[in-house]
């Protein structure tokens, strides 16, 4: 069974802070997702990433998928309190499941 | 064009009741998935399906649950005799026909099950 770990679970920081959450596996994934999730709505894509060492830009997150496909980050620069939410790591197992970590939960504070 | 719509938001039955979730998926996609959320995890896939056909049930407990995707109409996602442990968040997917069926997925805002 393929598993994905997300660290850390929680992380409160100040506006302006820089911050990186991290999506480990033992398992080699053919790509992996990264949603943000608000409270009381549904998860929302915020990038795929498919081929070892990709980097990915979205206005101040960074995504990076390992060179083995089988880790991803995703980093935030310069916090803001709209950045608050769920960020959910993802991945296709072998079939058509999509594979979700157990989230980081984020708080901003101003 | 709409998103994914998911209907009721919320819905509180007591034990032993029914609960059915209903969603309708993006206007030209025919691939639609369920997922269970419970608090502070992610989410768990459940069951996939295309028009009229269950693709994958795994992830979805064999006794009580069942889900149906009609030639017409919403998606319906069926909980019978309803415990506490079915408290959860129950979101629904859809996705545009892709041949592997790994198209991306759009996700609905989720009913809110509670179970007294």
């Known amino acids: 069974t393929q598993l994905l770990e997300q660290s850390p679970q929680f992380l409160s920081i100040q506006e302006g802070e820089n911050l990186t959450v991290y999506c480990n596996s033992s398992s080699v994934f053919s790509s992996l997702q990264w949603y943000r999730q608000e409270p009381g709505e549904g998860p929302v894509l915020l990038v795929t990433?498919?081929?070892?060492?990709e980097v990915k830009k979205l206005k101040r997150l960074t995504f990076q998928f390992g060179d083995a496909r089988k880790d991803s980050s995703l980093h935030i620069t310069a916090a803001q309190p709209g950045d608050t939410g769920l960020y959910l790591c993802?991945?296709?197992?072998?079939?058509?499941?999509?594979?979700f970590g157990s989230g980081t939960r984020l708080l901003v504070r101003p | 064009n709409a998103g994914v719509m998911q209907n009721p938001r919320h819905l509180v039955r007591r034990r032993g009741q029914e609960a059915r979730l209903r969603c309708s998926p993006m206007k030209g996609h025919s691939h639609v998935y369920w997922y269970r959320q419970l608090p502070e995890e992610g989410l768990k896939f459940m069951v996939y399906l295309q028009k009229e056909n269950i693709i994958d049930e795994s992830g979805m407990p064999k006794e009580r649950f069942s889900a149906e995707f009609p030639k017409e109409g919403p998606s319906i996602l069926r909980i019978q005799q309803v415990v506490r442990g079915d408290s959860a968040a129950y979101f629904c997917?859809?996705?545009?026909?892709?041949?592997?069926?790994?198209?991306?997925?759009?996700f609905g805002p989720g009913t809110r099950l509670l179970v007294l």
């Open positions: 997917a859809s996705s545009p026909p892709e041949v592997s069926g790994r198209g991306t997925q759009y």
């Open positions: 990433v498919v081929t070892g060492g």
């Open positions: 993802a991945g296709w197992d072998s079939s058509y499941k999509l594979i």
